[in-house]
């Protein structure tokens, strides 16, 4: 008897543990692609699906959320302009990026909401209209506790240094719950827990590298012009599954969105 009221305990024990479980366990990370130059909203959308679909077949039984944060094209030369307008303000280093926006140095008691605010507004106007879009996206995820992984190619590398600092420096505290993999990396430098992989190949960030700073080149894909001449496509270089890239850079995504 005692042994069947035991057996009973335990039973409802386990049942009522079951549904607990499943709502304590920590959501999956939000994968967010950020994408380069001219490219249109579709042609976003079928880079973020590329991704998406590697990623689920390598990390097979994840419960990763998948998101676009767009970067709109005003045409290529419109386009090329911007990226060295957001050049100009990325300032040698994280603490740096501050000073070369308004020309201060944050106070020494750290960004509180106002001054994190004014700076979202002079980026917003000078050289990153969709930037109020894309916190608002980061912050949903990071408020529903996913880690979120931006994966940005070409200046959109850019745009996941501005917005991860942004986050992590502000009032969001953000650090450790957000990070980059920047693919085709159009940066001088990366933020903490992020990573970026250029092909040796990519003629595009080594025309940019001439006249701007960027971090080298730290990949050999070897040259695949019928695929893509420059050596820069999202999808026909970095993530074309028959090449060896591809699997570097959902190691790393993967990685990040793990930790």
């Not at 903490?192 to 080149?217: E, F, K, M, N, R």
Request: glycine content about 8%; proline content about 4%.
């Amino acid at each position: 008897m005692k042994m069947k009221k035991l057996a009973t305990i335990v039973l409802a024990g386990s049942l009522l543990a079951a549904p607990l479980c499943a709502i304590s366990a920590a959501p999956g990370s939000a994968i967010v692609f950020v994408n380069g130059i001219n490219n249109t909203f579709d042609d976003a959308v079928a880079s973020l699906q590329v991704l998406k679909t590697q990623l689920n077949a390598r990390d097979k039984n994840n419960t990763y959320v998948y998101g676009n944060a767009y970067n709109a094209t005003q045409g290529a030369l419109s386009d090329v302009y911007q990226v060295f307008k957001q050049k100009g303000v990325e300032g040698t280093s994280p603490a740096d990026f501050w000073r070369a926006i308004d020309g201060n140095s944050l106070p020494a008691g750290g960004m509180n909401a106002a001054l994190q605010q004014k700076y979202i507004d002079l980026l917003t106007k000078n050289d990153i209209p969709e930037l109020p879009d894309h916190l608002n996206q980061y912050r949903n995820y990071l408020k529903a506790q996913r880690k979120v992984v931006l994966v940005g190619h070409s200046q959109g590398t850019l745009y996941t240094n501005f917005e991860i600092n942004l986050l992590v420096t502000g009032p969001d505290q953000a650090q450790g719950k957000i990070s980059a993999v920047n693919v085709g990396n159009a940066t001088r430098y990366q933020l903490p827990g992020s990573s970026y992989l250029t092909s040796h190949a990519d003629t595009v960030i080594g025309a940019l590298s001439l006249v701007q700073t960027v971090l080298p080149a730290n990949y050999s894909l070897g040259w695949h012009p019928l695929s893509d001449a420059l050596g820069h496509s999202f999808s026909k270089i970095y993530m074309n599954a028959s090449y060896s890239a591809a699997g570097q850079i959902l190691t790393q995504v993967s990685q990040q969105a793990r930790n």
